[in-house]
């Protein structure tokens, strides 16, 4: 099987994570994308990270309408850094007739050499790398690692999760940027 991984804390998931899903899900023709909520994201220490419980529910919530897009807890040790390469070698080994590749946006590709055991990550690793109108990939070609990148196209989504915990907290509606059920499922989760 092709099988996309989409990481992240998901501090919500919002109607932009399931769009570049779908995007990489028709664009790779993979059979599943798993969303891999972190328990601990070693980048965005600081960051008002929710419980992981709530995450976890409001990605089930959220996932329910698409059978082909799957939530999965193999990066959800919230005592340890999550590490791309820890969870890439454990999916090899376990699944070692999938092919796996790892989701990220453009803006991403420059700072991967910060990424834990990037060396061996990057022969190792698929990377799916979702681009917006305007952006040419032809500008990340002089990167040593660029032969190692598959980007992919999606229509632009200007949502982050970052914006929807302001609004939440200036008491701004926010449903019309999550999925069905997530706003209700936050409201009674805080």
């Known amino acids: 099987m092709k099988i996309g991984l989409l990481g992240g804390s998901f501090n919500p ?9 779908q995007a990489a899900y028709t664009a790779l023709g993979l059979d599943a994308v798993w969303f891999l909520p972190t328990g601990n994201h070693p980048l965005k220490r600081g960051e008002e990270l929710w419980p992981y419980s709530l995450r976890k529910n409001l990605l089930q919530k959220a996932l329910t309408p698409f059978p082909h897009f799957v939530l999965s807890e193999l990066d959800a040790n919230s005592t340890n850094p999550s590490f791309t ?11 070692p007739a999938d092919i796996f590749y790892f989701i990220i ?3 991403i590709v420059p700072d991967l050499p910060r990424w834990h ?7 190792h690793t698929h990377f799916a790398v979702f681009t917006r109108p305007g952006f040419d990939p032809d500008s990340l070609k002089a990167l040593p690692y660029a032969r190692h990148l598959r980007f992919f196209a999606m229509p632009p989504i200007h949502i982050s999760s970052t914006d929807i915990r302001q609004a939440l907290k200036r008491g ?12 209700d499922a936050i409201q009674q989760g805080r």
């Open 172 to 183: 701004e509606a926010v449903a019309h940027l999550l999925p069905p059920g997530v706003a």
């Open 85 to 95: 390469s820890n969870l890439i070698e454990s999916l090899q080994h376990s699944h």
């Open 117 to 123: 055991r990037f060396p061996w990550l990057i022969t």
């Open 105 to 107: 946006g453009y803006d």
């Open 13 to 21: 998931v919002h109607n932009g994570h399931l769009a570049i899903s």
